[in-house]
């Protein structure tokens, strides 16, 4: 899935790993996975920025 959408088109994009125990219970992130993954492309963002 990953490839088709995101690496065939070369679109960036990162992987975010979030516990079990940042998940709701449908299984999508809770306030700390949301936080998790915010803080991941925060940094992505940053790097991409300085690298221009």
């Known amino acids: 899935?990953?490839?088709e959408?995101?690496?065939a088109p070369a679109l960036?994009?990162?992987v975010v790993e979030v516990p079990?125990?940042?998940l709701l219970a449908e299984g999508h992130p809770?306030?700390?996975g949301s936080?998790?993954?915010a803080d991941a492309l925060?940094?992505?963002l940053r790097s991409t920025i300085a690298n221009q």
């Open 5 to 7: 959408l995101f690496e």
């Open 35 to 37: 936080i998790r993954i």
């Open 42 to 44: 925060e940094a992505r």
């Open 20 to 22: 079990q125990t940042e």
């Open 30 to 32: 809770g306030p700390a």
């Open 12 to 14: 960036d994009y990162v």
């Open 1 to 3: 899935m990953l490839h």
